[in-house]
């Protein structure tokens, strides 16, 4: 099973933009699809953006459209969300996740990191 670190996570201005990096260990990411969530104090956990390693196919919440990039770097099997434009609303940890099917990760299961603070100021 895939073991994953996010990092890149601070507090950042609104307007501002925030890159925050989920690093695999124990095994590549190939076949999976990786994905980011977050959960704002008092909310769900909601999803964010998919890539699929092998294909690269990605998808976005409606909210992150626009203003969000997810990406990969085999090299460094390492996935990337670049965050643009960042708003108070967007505060909130941000986990990655990884499965071989993104349904799994939307039920909560499958390799999930840590996750990483991000905090939007007014």
């Known amino acids: 099973q895939v073991q994953l670190v996010e990092s890149g996570g601070g507090l950042v201005q609104a307007g501002g933009s925030l890159t925050l990096s989920c690093a695999a260990s124990g095994r590549t990411f190939s076949d999976y699809v990786v994905a980011w969530f977050r959960q704002a104090p008092g909310k769900e956990r909601e999803f964010v953006a998919s890539?699929?390693?092998?294909?690269?196919?990605?998808s976005y919440a409606n909210s992150a459209k626009g203003r969000f990039t997810i990406s990969r770097d085999n090299a460094k099997n390492t996935v990337y969300l670049q965050m643009d434009n960042l708003k108070t609303g967007d505060t909130a940890v941000y986990y990655c996740a990884a499965a071989a099917r993104l349904a799994t990760v939307l039920t909560g299961a499958g390799s999930w990191g840590q996750g990483t603070q991000v905090t939007v100021s007014s």
């Open positions: 890539i699929n390693w092998n294909v690269g196919g990605r």
